[in-house]
């Protein structure tokens, strides 16, 4: 079965400066997907962010940008220039190839991001 | 855009009652999904459906049951409330595209104190 860890429960950045939030996943599948969600304080969760396992490009959406690392299953999330409204619960989530029906996701325990002003 | 509701945003209910949290989503999704979040733990799947009438377990399905009797709605059933249930319940649904592009999305959430 798949995992995904998420090493940080917790972390800060100083509003305008890049962070980046870690993952790592195990899977002995070689095709696959990974997303990186977003949950604001009392408020829905919302997809930030997906790469393809097959591409060696990372994802790229706006100040949103990931590190994908394949050979060491390895997805982390960098966010530059940190604004006020990045503040919220993050979680990363791993999901097999369509076989069907639907894949569930698996996600990571998660990580609180604080922007400080 | 889409839209994912839930009955409640916030539920009180007595140990041994049975509980009911409703999500509708308007978009003809043909998934939908039920998760626990617990705070440490991240979230875990209950229960989830890929059609009407359909449902398979997830992770965490003991103490639940789900209907899906019209496709834009999926109910969560706590038959007989337990303290352990205490906990955030996240409703989601996608549409089986497949691909990078399948997408859950997710409704506000029920937080449930059950006494």
């Known amino acids: 079965a798949q995992t995904v860890t998420q090493s940080q429960p917790e972390m800060s950045v100083q509003e305008a400066e890049t962070v980046t939030l870690s993952c790592t996943y195990d899977?002995?599948?070689?095709?696959?997907?990974l997303f990186w969600y977003k949950q604001p304080p009392s408020r829905q969760m919302i997809l930030v962010i997906r790469?393809?396992?097959?591409?060696?490009q990372n994802a790229t959406e706006n100040r949103f940008s990931v590190n994908f690392q394949k050979a060491a299953k390895s997805f982390s999330l960098k966010i530059s220039d940190s604004q006020l409204g990045d503040a919220a619960m993050y979680f990363c989530?791993?999901?097999?190839?369509?076989?069907?029906?639907?894949?569930?996701?698996?996600f990571g325990k998660g990580t609180k991001l604080t922007v400080n002003p | 855009d889409v839209k994912v509701t839930q009955s409640s945003r916030y539920l009180v209910k007595r140990t041994g009652e049975k509980v009911f949290l409703e999500c509708v989503q308007d978009?003809?999704?043909?998934?939908m999904f039920w998760y626990r979040q617990d705070p440490g733990l991240g979230l875990r799947l209950i229960y989830f459906?890929?059609?009407?009438?359909?449902?398979e377990k997830g992770d965490i399905p003991e103490g639940y049951s789900v209907s899906r009797e019209k496709k834009e709605r999926f109910s969560l059933i706590l038959e007989s409330a337990s303290t352990n249930q205490t906990s955030m319940y996240l409703c989601?649904?996608?549409?089986?595209?497949?691909?990078?592009?399948?997408?859950?999305?997710f409704g506000p959430g029920t937080r449930l104190l059950v006494l």
């Open positions: 790469q393809e396992a097959y591409k060696q």
């Open positions: 899977t002995s599948e070689s095709d696959y997907y």
């Open positions: 989530a791993y999901r097999s190839p369509f076989q069907g029906g639907s894949e569930k996701l698996v």
């Open positions: 459906s890929y059609d009407v009438k359909m449902k």
């Open positions: 989601a649904s996608t549409d089986p595209s497949g691909g990078v592009r399948e997408t859950q999305y």
């Open positions: 978009m003809d999704h043909e998934n």
